[in-house]
């Protein structure tokens, strides 16, 4: 069906309308919700009625205007639960808003377009931004000139293949604190000491399966290793959970060459002088011979 056919159905005065939100979580779910009475299937997914979702006015914009709305829905185990809005399973999701005949379900038309925003949660109830597609552009954009590398590991500028065989491994969780943050093993070997150390944990298994980690130390202790997180796990891990652990990157172009043989990709300026050479100045007694002025010798 048209926009038009749509808008014939409201221009009778007793239309059959409702909103429908179909969300894309970036783990891969896609999960649907309406303000009407009842369930409705619209493309393969179930909308479900009954969470309470409402939504502000949307403000749309022309040009370079950023759209944005929030929406107010209810906490339950069938649509939106409290365990996952902690574990940021919807932080960045892709929501798309239409309006829908619910007597025919194929006379619909879109009103929004975006992602999640900042997403908070009260008792029984949370409440999401929504970031229209022109948000985007409010993002930083370019490249600054450092010393170290400004890529990230294994992304289209680093170009380096972390499926090779000795930069990832899959382990099972054997011991873990209280805070979800300091993983233990009793044997660990196979890789050096700091191996993992700025790298990731990918969670592959469990309450937490999906969720990532940078690894803030990484340390041999005896023939076991101890794995420090930057950041706990905001699902509890437990022992038996599936995890992988991939090396850790400093940005450093020793790092870059030694570590990973990756030189030609090194997205950094490592012969950038510092701030002591903007600080230097010519001292009486040293050689004035139109040389390189460092900081601390003019020759």
Same mark, same amino acid.
């Given at each position: ?5 749509? *808008? ?17 979580? #970036? ?27 409402? =939504? ?13 709305? !929030? ?7 069938? =649509? ?6 902690? =574990? ?7 929501? #798309? ?20 925003? !900042?997403?908070? #949660?009260?008792?029984? *109830? ?14 930083? *954009? ?16 680093? +170009? ?9 491994? &899959? ?49 041999? !202790?005896?023939?076991? +290793? ?20 991939? =090396? ?26 510092? &701030? ?24």
């Amino acid at each position: 069906m048209t926009v038009s056919d749509l *808008q014939r159905h409201l221009e009778t005065g007793a239309s059959t309308v409702c909103r429908v939100w179909t969300v894309w979580r #970036r783990d891969g779910e896609v999960i649907g919700f309406t303000d009407h009475d009842r369930d409705l299937k619209i493309d393969g997914v179930v909308h479900r009625a009954g969470t309470g979702l409402t =939504a502000s006015a949307i403000q749309q914009g022309t040009g370079l205007a950023v759209d944005n709305s !929030e929406a107010l829905g209810a906490l339950s185990d069938a =649509a939106v639960s409290e365990s996952d809005l902690i =574990a940021g399973r919807f932080d960045g999701a892709a929501v #798309r808003i239409q309006l829908v005949d619910w007597a025919d379900t194929t006379r619909r038309h879109q009103i929004f377009r975006g992602t999640f925003g !900042e997403v908070t #949660r009260r008792s029984a *109830q949370f409440r999401v931004e929504l970031r229209g597609l022109s948000d985007a552009l409010n993002q930083p *954009q370019g490249l600054a000139y450092t010393r170290n590398c400004s890529a990230v590991l294994g992304d289209r500028r680093c +170009r380096f293949d972390l499926s090779q065989p000795g930069y990832s491994t &899959e382990r099972t969780v054997e011991t873990v604190d209280d805070f979800h943050q300091v993983l233990t093993f009793a044997s660990f070997a196979g890789f050096d000491d700091r191996w993992f150390e700025f790298g990731r944990l990918e969670v592959l298994t469990g309450a937490a399966s999906g969720l990532v980690s940078a690894v803030k130390s990484d340390r041999i !202790e005896g023939a076991g +290793r101890r794995i420090e997180l930057w950041e706990g796990i905001r699902v509890p891990l437990a022992a038996g959970d599936s995890i992988r652990l991939i =090396a850790g990157c400093d940005k450093r172009i020793e790092t870059c060459r030694s570590k990973f043989a990756n030189l030609l990709n090194f997205r950094g300026f490592p012969h950038l002088p510092g &701030e002591d050479w903007l600080a230097a100045y010519p001292r009486p007694g040293q050689g004035q011979s139109g040389g390189s002025l460092s900081a601390g010798s003019a020759t």
